[in-house]
């Protein structure tokens, strides 16, 4: 059984940072996605199974950072210069396999974290 558990949401001014972490039960190829209320969890960060891709949706580019701790399988995204349109419950999910693409669609991935609420005011 795959787990996916997500944490280190939280509320944060405009302008500032936040670590989220996705602490996994093995190593997949894995992802980052957000869902705004009213909206459609989109695509916020990849990174492939061994590690040496990553993908990154234009809104996020140069702003987030996604990697990887091999020796604990915890997958994190660096979250800087936040803005309130970032405010969204973040989730973390993984595939099976050993894809060497970066997945960036909803349906690539077989197992979702609960999420973690990221709050940015103005």
């Known amino acids: 059984q795959v787990q996916l558990v997500e944490s280190g949401g939280g509320l944060v001014q405009a302008g500032g940072s936040l670590r989220l972490s996705c602490a996994a039960s093995?190593?997949?190829?894995m992802g980052w996605f957000r869902q705004a209320p009213g909206k459609e969890r989109e695509f916020v960060a990849a990174?492939?199974?061994?590690?040496?891709?990553?993908a990154y949706a234009d809104s996020v580019k140069g702003r987030f950072t996604v990697h990887r701790d091999d020796f604990t399988n915890t997958l994190y995204l660096e979250m800087s210069v936040l803005q309130p349109e970032d405010t969204a419950v973040y989730h973390c999910a993984a595939r099976g396999g050993q894809p060497i693409a970066t997945i960036r669609s909803n349906s690539g991935y077989d197992y979702w974290g609960q999420g973690t609420q990221v709050t940015v005011s103005s």
């Open positions: 990174l492939n199974y061994y590690g040496g891709n990553t």
């Open positions: 093995g190593r997949y190829a």
